[in-house]
T-cell receptor, first 115, second 112 residues
Framework: DAGVIQSPRHEVTEMGQEVTLRCKPISGHNSLFWYRQTMMRGLELLIY????????DSGMPEDRFSAKMPNASFSTLKIQPSEPRDSAVYFC?????????????FGDGTRLSIL | QKEVEQNSGPLSVPEGAIASLNCTYSDRVSQSFFWYRQYSGKSPELIMS????GDKEDGRFTAQLNKASQYVSLLIRDSQPSDSATYLCAVGRGSNTGKLIFGQGTTLQVKP
């Protein structure tokens, strides 16, 4: 079975540019999570969706960040305009449901560098 | 106080020894607990989950949970060099939310 698929794997862009990260969850999974990982702050939840609806976006750092889930098999995380401090690894994860006992499965991540 | 705390390490153990990784959490309503393994440059991989007080064993791995002490641990028996990685403790809030809070992770080094 295919796991969580993220694209691109690496992104290098200049400050001020728009960045779009993409995620395809595991088929049949109803919950999708976007995380950011840095050395300083560790793995932080940015936002999560259940049945394509945003449930908790309290981790989204500021208005420059936005996320959408137009259907059950696709989500995007957009940063506009990007800044050097946004450089991090961004992970997408999915789970069967939003229940507390549902394990989350991670994609390979997107390594983002903002110059 | 961080919501989920782990000793960053590195924890160094010789091959064949037992590695003990610890995690404490601050929110008493937490109901689910997970251990993820993350190799350098890779994504977190789920290795254990535990929901009730006591021990849960899976192969060389044993997770231990003590809700009264707000403490969860992971034991790795017969440690192998391939176990060298960062181990992330994740704690789930409530019963109807998938939100996980991750600790900073403990780096384990298993020396041949």
């Amino acid at each position: 079975d295919a796991g969580v698929i993220q694209s691109p794997r690496h992104e290098v862009t200049e400050m001020g540019q728009e960045v779009t990260l993409r995620c395809k969850p595991i088929s049949g999974h109803n919950s999708l999570f976007w995380y950011r990982q840095t050395m300083m702050r560790g793995l932080e939840l940015l936002i999560y969706f259940n049945n394509n609806v945003p449930i908790d976006d309290s981790g989204m750092p500021e208005d420059r960040f936005s996320a959408k889930m137009p259907n059950a098999s696709f989500s995007t995380l957009k940063i506009q305009p990007s800044e050097p401090r946004d450089s991090a690894v961004y992970f997408c994860a999915s789970s069967f449901s939003q229940g507390a006992r549902q394990p989350q499965h991670f994609g390979d991540g997107t390594r983002l560098s903002i110059l | 106080q961080k919501e989920v705390e782990q000793n960053s390490g590195p924890l160094s153990v010789p091959e064949g020894a037992i590695a003990s990784l610890n995690c404490t959490y601050s929110d008493r309503v937490s109901q689910s607990f997970f251990w993820y393994r993350q190799y350098s440059g890779k994504s977190p991989e789920l290795i254990m989950s535990i929901y009730s007080n006591g021990d849960k064993e899976d192969g060389r791995f044993t997770a231990q949970l003590n809700k009264a002490s707000q403490y969860v641990s992971l034991l790795i028996r017969d440690s192998q060099p391939s176990d060298s990685a960062t181990y992330l403790c994740a704690v789930g809030r409530g019963s109807n939310t998938g939100k996980l809070i991750f600790g900073q992770g403990t780096t384990l080094q298993v020396k041949p």
